[in-house]
C-alpha cells in the first residue's frame, strides 16, 4: 500500500534528531496540492497554526500553511505533539531543509530533548498524516490519546511512570485499531508534481517555504 512519507534515516546527537524524509512519487509535495488533507491535520491539530515562524510569508505557521512543503507541515506537528507532552522542556524547535538532489527529499531537524520522546512524536506525526492525506474514510487518529500514550512510554523509560495509565492505554489501542484500518483499506492517491523551494526553512515551532532562512520561539 502506498505511503506519504519515507523516512530513510534519522541520527541523534546530545541535542538535535535529523530525519531525513522522502516524500514519495505520486504523492503530493506541497499543502496547496491537497488543501482538504492540510485542512484535516489542522482540525487534529489547530495549535499549529499559531507557531511562530519568522519568513517571509510572515510571523506565524498560518501565513504559510496553505502553500509549504508537506515536510514542513510533518516538521510542526512533530513539534506540537512534542509541545503538548509537557515535556519537551520550555521551546521544542525545528528546521526543514530541501536537500539539492532530489525535490522529493528533505531534512528536517528537530529539537531533541529525549531520543524516545522525539522519534516518537515524529513517528506518531507521519501516521496522523498519512491519515489525513490517504485515508481520510476511516477513524481519525485520537490526538489527545497519541500524546498522552507518548508521555507515558517517555516517563516510563525514564523510570517516572504515573499512577494512571488509563488514558495511555487507550490512546495505545486508538492508534492500534485506525492503523489496523488503514491497512485493511485501499488508500486514494494523488498524483501531484511540484518543484520544491531551495529553501532552507528554520523555525522553533516551525520554518516557511522558500526562505533563505527563518528562525522562531514559542
Not at 501565513?63 to 512543503?69: I, P, V
Not at 517516572?160 to 492500534?176: L, Q
Request: proline share 4%; net charge negative.
Amino acid at each position: 500500500m502506498a505511503s506519504l512519507f519515507n523516512i530513510m534515516k534519522i541520527t541523534v546527537d546530545d541535542t538535535k534528531a535529523r530525519a531525513r524524509v522522502l516524500v514519495n512519487p505520486g504523492m503530493p509535495l506541497m499543502t496547496s496540492e491537497d488543501i482538504e488533507a492540510t485542512a484535516r491535520v489542522y482540525y487534529l491539530a489547530p495549535a499549529i497554526a499559531q507557531h511562530a515562524c519568522f519568513g517571509d510569508a510572515g510571523e506565524k505557521f498560518q501565513d504559510c500553511m496553505g502553500d509549504t512543503e508537506l515536510a514542513h507541515l510533518l516538521e510542526h506537528l512533530t513539534v506540537e505533539i512534542m509541545n503538548e507532552t509537557g515535556l519537551a522542556g520550555d521551546i521544542s524547535s525545528g528546521r526543514t531543509r530541501s536537500v539539492a538532489e532530489d525535490p522529493r527529499l528533505f531534512e528536517i531537524e528537530l529539537s531533541c530533548p529525549d531520543d524516545a520522546l522525539t522519534i516518537g512524536a515524529l513517528s506518531s506525526a507521519s501516521f496522523m498524516m498519512e491519515w489525513a492525506f490517504l485515508h481520510p474514510d476511516v477513524t481519525a487518529p485520537d490526538f489527545a490519546g497519541t500524546v498522552e500514550a507518548l508521555r507515558q512510554l517517555v516517563l516510563s523509560l525514564r523510570g517516572e511512570s504515573e499512577p494512571d495509565d488509563g488514558a495511555a492505554a487507550e490512546g495505545i489501542e486508538a492508534e492500534a485499531e485506525s492503523d489496523a484500518e488503514l491497512e485493511a483499506g485501499e488508500g486514494q492517491q494523488v498524483e501531484a508534481s511540484a518543484d520544491a523551494a531551495g529553501a532552507e526553512e528554520d523555525a522553533s515551532f516551525a520554518a516557511a517555504p522558500g526562505d533563505a532562512a527563518q528562525d522562531s520561539e514559542a
